[in-house]
C-alpha cells in the first residue's frame, strides 16, 4: 500500500522534510541499496587495480580511457530523458488509480429506486450490488498479482461469497478462450434489473435510467483498467530510460578514478577514495529510474502500489450495508439543536479555539469612499472610434453632390422629404409625420450626448444613400420600358 506521511508535513517547521529522509519503507535507500552497493564495489576494485596492479605503462593507458569516458559519458541526456519518463509515469500512476471504479453511487441509487423491505427485495438489492462487486473482482484478479494470489481458481470465489455454485456453473460455460469475461456479472445485472422494473419495484419512472447511468459509468472504469494493463508505456521508451542510465554509472566508474597524471588539476591533486558527488549524482538518477520502475505498474506489491485486498473487502462490506442494514435503520426524525436558531454559532474545542478566524469579505470590503465623490453621475466621454465616424458624416454631402439632386429627380415627386445635416445629427423635415419622427422630436429635449446623435445621424444618411444609388440603378430601366 502507498506510504502515507501526511501527519508528518501538517504543519511546516524547520527540518519538516528531513524528517521524512530516516523512514525506510518506501523510501530511496530501499529501492536503490543493491545497486549503490554494486557500483560502490565496482568503483573501489577499479581504483585497486589502477593503483596497485597496474604498471607505469598500463596506468598511462588507463589515463587516456578515464579521460575518454570522463569527457564522453556528458553527452548522454540524462537528466531529460529520466526527468520527462518519471513525470509521464507519475501521471500514468495517478490516472490508473482514478480508474479503479467505486461502487458507492450505483449502491446509493439501487437503494433509493429499488423498494419492498421483504426477502425479495432484499435478495434483488443484494444481488445486484454482489453482480458490481464480482465485475470488479475478475477484472482485479486478472491484472493484480496480490488479488491473484488471493483468489488463485474460480472455486475461491465461491469460497469467499462473490458468486454461488449455479452461477459459477453458467459463468464457464461462456467461451473465454479470445477474450476476458469479467464483463459477465454486468449482463446479470442489466436482466435482473429489467426483471425488477417488470415487477414493478422500482416506482420512479426514472429509476431505472439513474441507475443505468451510474451503472455505466462503473462498467467504463472496469474497462479502462483493462486497457491500463493491456497498452503499457512503449517498450522502447523504458529500454533507452534503463540503457542510458546504466550505460552512465558504467562509464562512470572509469571516468570519474583518481589519476596519477590528468590534465584537470582537480583530478592530479585531490586523491578521494570515496567519489561522494559521483555517488549523489547516483542516488538521484537511479533514484528516478527506481521510482518510475515501481509506479509503472501499481497493481503489484510495491510499497507505493495499490492496496487492492483492502479496496475489494471495503466495496463488499459497504455495498451490504447501503442496500440492506442501513435501510432498516435510519434514524427518526427530529429537530436539531439549532431549530430555533437564525444565526448558529457553532463551538470549539481549547485545542482549536485558536483556528477560528476572522471571515473573510474581499480586499475592498474595508475601503471607504468620500461623501462626495458618491454622487452618479453620467460622464461625456467620447467613445473610441467617433473620431472616424464624424469624418464621413461631415464630408458625405461634399463628396456626393448629386445626393441632393438626385432625391428631387427621381419621378419629380413632391413628397419625398428633404435633407439637412446639421451639425449636431441629422434632422428629418416633410410634411407626413410618424411614430418615428414624433418620438425624434419629443427626444429633442432630453439630455441625449452629441456623440450618439452623430451616431444616429450618419447611419440613417447611409441607408438614405444606399436607397438613392439603387434607385438611380433602376431608373434607366424603367425609362426604356
Not at 596492479?53 to 580511457?65: G, I, L, N, S, Y
Not at 452461477?167 to 449482463?187: A, D, H, Q, R, S
Not at 446479470?188 to 451510474?214: C, N, S
Given at each position: ?15 519538516g ?10 523510501s ?96 434483488m ?93 462503473f462498467?467504463a ?58 555517488i ?50 435510519t ?32 480586499s475592498?470590503?474595508?475601503?471607504v ?27 458625405l ?25 446639421p ?5 428629418l ?13 419629443s ?6 450626448s ?32
Amino acid at each position: 500500500m502507498t506510504v502515507s506521511y501526511q501527519y508528518d508535513v501538517a504543519s511546516s517547521t524547520s527540518g519538516g522534510f528531513t524528517r521524512l529522509l530516516f523512514k525506510w519503507k518506501g523510501s530511496l535507500y530501499k529501492l536503490i541499496y543493491r545497486e549503490l552497493f554494486l557500483f560502490c564495489l565496482g568503483y573501489a576494485c577499479m581504483s585497486c587495480i589502477y593503483r596497485f596492479v597496474f604498471t607505469e605503462p598500463q596506468k598511462r593507458r588507463f589515463e587516456v580511457a578515464v579521460l575518454y569516458c570522463d569527457t564522453y559519458m556528458n553527452y548522454i541526456p540524462l537528466s531529460f530523458i529520466l526527468g520527462f519518463y518519471v513525470s509521464f509515469v507519475a501521471s500514468r500512476w495517478w490516472q490508473q488509480y482514478m480508474a479503479i471504479p467505486w461502487p458507492d453511487k450505483i449502491i446509493h441509487a439501487i437503494a433509493l429506486h429499488i423498494t419492498g423491505y421483504d426477502d425479495k427485495g432484499r435478495m434483488m438489492r443484494r444481488t445486484l450490488a454482489r453482480y458490481i462487486n464480482l465485475s470488479l473482482v475478475l477484472i482485479l484478479r486478472s491484472i493484480s498479482s496480490p488479488l491473484k494470489k488471493r483468489f488463485p481458481t474460480l472455486d475461491h470465489l465461491v469460497e469467499a461469497g462473490f458468486i454461488t455454485s449455479t452461477e459459477l456453473g453458467i459463468y464457464k460455460l461462456v467461451p473465454n478462450k479470445e477474450f476476458n469475461t469479467y464483463w459477465v456479472p454486468c449482463t446479470w445485472f442489466t436482466a435482473l434489473l429489467k426483471d425488477i422494473k417488470a415487477q414493478k419495484r422500482i416506482p420512479d419512472p426514472m429509476g431505472v435510467k439513474h441507475i443505468m447511468e451510474e451503472f455505466l459509468e462503473f462498467r467504463a472504469k472496469c474497462g479502462l483498467l483493462w486497457c491500463y494493463d493491456w497498452v503499457s508505456i512503449p517498450l522502447v521508451y523504458t529500454q533507452v530510460v534503463t540503457i542510458a542510465t546504466y550505460a552512465f554509472f558504467l562509464a562512470a566508474i572509469v571516468g570519474r578514478q583518481f589519476v596519477e597524471k590528468s590534465p584537470y588539476a582537480y583530478k592530479a591533486k585531490l586523491d578521494l577514495y570515496i567519489p561522494f558527488f559521483t555517488i549523489l549524482q547516483f542516488f538521484f538518477y537511479m533514484g528516478l529510474l527506481k521510482v518510475a520502475e515501481q509506479l509503472i505498474n501499481p497493481f503489484g506489491d510495491d510499497d507505493e502500489d495499490f492496496e487492492l485486498n483492502w479496496i475489494i473487502d471495503r466495496h463488499m462490506k459497504v455495498s451490504y450495508l447501503i442496500v440492506d442494514t442501513l435501510l432498516l435503520r435510519t434514524p427518526p426524525l427530529s429537530r436539531d439543536i439549532f431549530y430555533d436558531d437564525e444565526s448558529p454559532v457553532l463551538p470549539y474545542t481549547e485545542a482549536s479555539a485558536e483556528f477560528k478566524k476572522r471571515t473573510y469579505r474581499g480586499s475592498v470590503a474595508n475601503m471607504v469612499i468620500p461623501e462626495d465623490k458618491q454622487n452618479l453621475i453620467l460622464p461625456d466621454i467620447e467613445e473610441e472610434g467617433e473620431d472616424e465616424e464624424r469624418r464621413p458624416s461631415s464630408n458625405l454631402t461634399s463628396q456626393h453632390p448629386s445626393v441632393m439632386s438626385s432625391v428631387n429627380n427621381v419621378g419629380g415627386s413632391k413628397d419625398l422629404r428633404s435633407l439637412s445635416v446639421p451639425d449636431d445629427g441629422l434632422t428629418l423635415v416633410g410634411r407626413s409625420s410618424s411614430p418615428y419622427a414624433t418620438r425624434r422630436e419629443s427626444s429633442k429635449s432630453a439630455p441625449l450626448s452629441r456623440s450618439s446623435s452623430r451616431r444616429t445621424g450618419t447611419a440613417v444618411l447611409g441607408v438614405l444613400y444606399w436607397l438613392l444609388g439603387r434607385i438611380k440603378a433602376f431608373l434607366p430601366r424603367i425609362r426604356r420600358r
